[in-house]
């Protein structure tokens, strides 16, 4: 419960960040992904469930505030934040900077991703356009890394339950 | 043992999150969203919405002077407030540009309504879009102030697209910048008209104009308001940047360079009314005397 109630707090903290600070901040017009970002940092953190589950909570909060087919961002997420659990479990020599270039390919997979369910749903989606906010959407992530990656942890650790996580 | 069935269930896990995930596309889809996912996605913009007019304004002081400015009712008590409001403004804003600035937006928003007829509600923008892939800002106000869904906006220097979404406080806008957003336009010289789309970051995409319309780069082009359309007529667009003749010579596109500058819209006009062309006073245009 208390790892739900500070998840969501999360969550809807970089939706609001997203749609008004970095808004205004943008790298070469394009925002960087902040629930992207949360969902790839908490399965590198907890694993592919809890990366699943935090990706579909996430994705569909996005999906909501958008005038797009609901459920492409939390389909999108839950595929993202289940693949980033398991490629952890493969990483044998963790080094500081794996988060920073985990984040910054799975952001440009997961917006591709999304770009195309997007399209086949009908939303007018330029190739151009959608390769270039994938890559440049990761990048932007990547940069960010430093600074929430502690933060998020800090959330975590505090809202772990002592038993063993089981859905 | 322990590891395997963890495995597993992580496994189910997922796939009824992805089985979830393809429910609500498919409902929302066949355009189904009521019931549950209606008050869930409102009971979320609330919140959000209350969360970015609060950042919104630690980060633009200068925004909390217009909540004082909630709603116009009829052209002469709103003529009667806006002045009343442009001049206690103006008193303050002596040494403030930024203010200022927010004056002339607000002055020139004031002229649009007043030779268009336009009857509405003024809102800040609190917000823009979650995504990359739409155009859209979030506004201070909702249906408690009297917005429905499709309502036209405008800003002091044309047309900013329509309403899309709304809850009691806040309302969700659609740029006519998103490649969603068809306004029918009407070329100012000609006459003839055709569909504006948005082109995303881009210029405007004006096609269906026949291939022998003359089109002036420069040239202003207006919203056509057919008759039941969207929006109300003659609000400015933008201006011809670049004519293309596609197809050998079977089409013609056309860019338009909006009139609004996007990136430093603050404040908007939800239009709730707007008085036919035949009673109000035509715009002064310089069309010549036949």
């Known amino acids: 419960m208390r790892r739900a109630l500070s998840w969501s707090a999360v969550v809807i903290t970089a939706l609001v960040l997203q749609s008004t600070v970095f808004a205004q901040i943008t790298l070469i017009g394009v925002k960087p992904e902040l629930v992207y970002l949360v969902t790839i940092v908490l399965a590198l953190l907890e694993g592919p469930s809890a990366g699943a589950v935090a990706g579909f909570g996430g994705g569909m909060a996005q999906d909501f505030l958008l005038n797009q087919p609901k459920g492409i961002t939390a389909l999108t997420l839950t595929l993202v934040g289940y693949a980033v659990g398991m490629i952890r479990q493969y990483v044998v020599t963790p080094s500081p900077l794996l988060p920073v270039f985990v984040v910054a390919g799975a952001t440009a997979v997961g917006v591709l991703f999304y770009g195309a369910v997007a399209f086949l749903l009908g939303v007018e989606i330029g190739g151009g356009y959608l390769t270039r906010a994938a890559l440049l959407s990761g990048l932007y992530n990547a940069i960010l890394t430093p600074v929430f990656y502690p933060i998020i942890r800090r959330v975590a650790e505090s809202s772990r339950t002592k038993k063993v996580f089981r859905w | ?290």
């Open chain 2, 1 to 290: 043992m322990a590891l395997s069935r963890r495995v597993r269930s992580t496994r189910l896990l997922v796939i009824s999150l992805v089985m979830a995930s393809l429910l609500v596309i498919t409902v929302d889809y066949r355009g189904g969203t009521s019931g549950p996912f209606e008050v869930a996605g409102r009971a979320l913009q609330t919140v959000v919405g209350t969360l970015q007019s609060g950042v919104s304004r630690v980060l633009q002081p200068i925004g909390s002077f217009f909540s004082g400015l909630v709603h116009i009712g009829s052209l002469q008590a709103q003529n009667h407030r806006l002045q009343q409001e442009i001049q206690d403004l103006r008193e303050k804003a002596q040494h403030d540009t930024s203010l200022r600035r927010l004056i002339d937006e607000f002055n020139s928003l004031y002229k649009l309504q007043q030779t268009y007829g336009l009857q509405g509600v003024a809102a800040t923008v609190i917000g823009q879009s979650v995504n990359n892939f739409q155009w859209s800002v979030t506004i201070n106000r909702g249906s408690g102030d009297g917005i429905k869904q499709d309502m036209p906006v405008v800003s002091g220097d044309g047309l900013v697209g329509h309403v899309v979404s709304v809850t009691s406080n806040t309302s969700i806008v659609l740029l006519v910048l998103d490649p969603d957003s068809f306004v029918d336009g009407r070329l100012s010289s000609s006459g003839v008209t055709g569909g504006v789309q948005g082109e995303r970051n881009k210029d405007l995409q004006m096609s269906l104009v026949p291939p022998d319309t003359k089109v002036f780069p420069g040239e202003q082009v207006v919203t056509s308001g057919y008759q039941s359309g969207l929006y109300p007529p003659e609000i400015p667009i933008g201006s011809v940047s670049h004519v293309y003749i596609q197809d050998g010579g079977l089409n013609k596109l056309i860019t338009i360079r909006p009139a609004v500058d996007f990136s430093a819209l603050e404040i908007v006009l939800v239009v709730t009314g707007y008085l036919a062309p035949t009673t109000r006073t035509p715009p002064p245009s310089p069309t010549p005397s036949p």
